[in-house]
């Protein structure tokens, strides 16, 4: 047999309660817009320590086999929702970093304009003098905090 060639069978299906995955999922903050922690520098978890959820539910088999009598066919699985706001929160949050080339945690006018860059960006050079200024910082003085950053990208881009 080829071993390039996939083959699938219908063995089973299962039946998930979505509601359990979306339940406690995390608002924004309403004056920031923001989730919390997308920033956090170790965060393989996701976020707010929100892990996978695990989940063990019975297979309904697709054909009635003679063992299931005496065998429960189950599956197993991890998963685990996040809205798409903050995923594109967290896309953001590490791009950004990958252009701090200090290491401060903020961005200056220049790391800020190679990113933008980057992306093929089109926004004027007012646009981005804006993003400063409307935190009350001067371009070509000021850092801007990642989260600030990402406050503004989101307006200017949505």
Partial sequence: MDPFIVISFHVGDIW?????????????????????DVCRENDAEGGEGRGMMQFCLPLMM???????AKHNPTISFLAKFQPYAELCQRFWAQYLKQYNMDNT??????????????????????????????????????ELMIEEVIQCLETELI
């Fill in 16 to 36: 998930l309660d979505v509601g359990e995955l979306v339940r406690d999922v995390p608002q924004p903050d309403p004056q920031m817009g923001l989730y919390a």
């Fill in 105 to 142: 945690g903020s961005i200056s006018l220049m790391e800020l304009t190679s990113m933008l860059d980057s992306l093929g960006s089109t926004l004027s050079v007012q646009t981005i003098d804006s993003f400063f200024t409307c935190h009350r910082k001067q371009p070509a003085e000021d």
């Fill in 62 to 68: 697709a054909k009635e086999m003679p063992w299931e």
